[in-house]
């Protein structure tokens, strides 16, 4: 093929195209960048349509709903911060992943140790919502996302009596044998930051003569903090002229 040198070129040509070159250039670089923006998060698929993506195999669709939700919040170019999220899709993301994966533990760690660290206290409530009721779900196995719900609930929303409601729920619904004995009287302790030690001790009391403790350590423990809440009931009670 025969090439044409530049200088065949009409002038008017070779000056307007080294402006166009610039105008477009500029124009680009003008550009806003790409935004993700927090209400991109669409709602996960309705279940019965999630469960035929699932092709037969729903643990691994649902690892793949993890790996999805998990990596919105950081996507090319942006980072989104989880406050900004609308806590109700994110809500039905971790509840569309439990239904596909019942035995997940992944979505409710998601759920009270990164979602409910927000500064935003309605959305730490939802979130500590959440874990509540797939607690009721499945006690035994999720008390402990709960457990730490009611911590939190304790220390990051000074909010007793919501954190006892948590703590007396483990106590009620999570009596498989390997649930540890510190989060089934985790509500003894809160009745004690509350004030009412005879609630503690009569607690604390049944508890020590039900001979369900057996560790001879844990019952030491257990008759210490029985005096301690002795001594300090008798402290908070005034004394009669």
Excluded: C
């Excluded at 669409?42 to 690892?63: C, D, K, N």
């Excluded at 779900?137 to 220390?155: Q, S, T, Y």
């Amino acid at each position: 093929m025969n090439e044409r040198r530049i200088g065949s070129v009409p002038r008017p040509l070779r000056i307007l195209l080294p402006t166009l070159l610039a105008v477009q250039l500029t124009f680009s670089l003008l550009q806003p960048r790409p935004q993700a923006r927090a209400d991109q998060l669409s709602p996960p698929p309705p279940l019965p349509l999630a469960r035929v993506m699932t092709a037969g195999e729903p643990i691994a669709f649902a690892q793949m709903l993890t790996l999805y939700l998990q990596a919105f919040d950081n996507q090319p170019g942006i980072s989104i911060p989880f406050a900004a999220l609308d806590y109700d899709t994110v809500s039905a993301w971790l509840e569309r992943i439990l239904d596909l994966d019942p035995r997940a533990q992944y979505p409710l760690m998601m759920a009270s140790q990164l979602y409910a660290e927000v500064p935003d206290e309605n959305k730490r409530r939802q979130m500590f919502d959440l874990v509540y009721r797939k607690f009721l779900e499945d006690p035994d196995r999720r008390w402990p996302w709960l457990a730490h719900v009611a911590i939190m609930a304790k220390h990051r929303l000074k909010d007793l009596p919501l954190a006892l409601h948590y703590a007396q729920a483990i106590s009620t619904y999570a009596t498989g044998t390997h649930v540890p004995h510190w989060a089934r009287q985790m509500r003894i302790f809160l009745y004690e930051d509350m004030g009412e030690f005879e609630t503690a001790k009569v607690l604390l009391g049944g508890l020590l003569d039900s001979g369900v403790v057996t560790d001879p350590h844990e019952i030491h423990f257990l008759i210490e903090q029985l005096n301690r809440l002795s001594t300090a009931d008798k402290s908070s009670t005034p004394s009669g002229n």
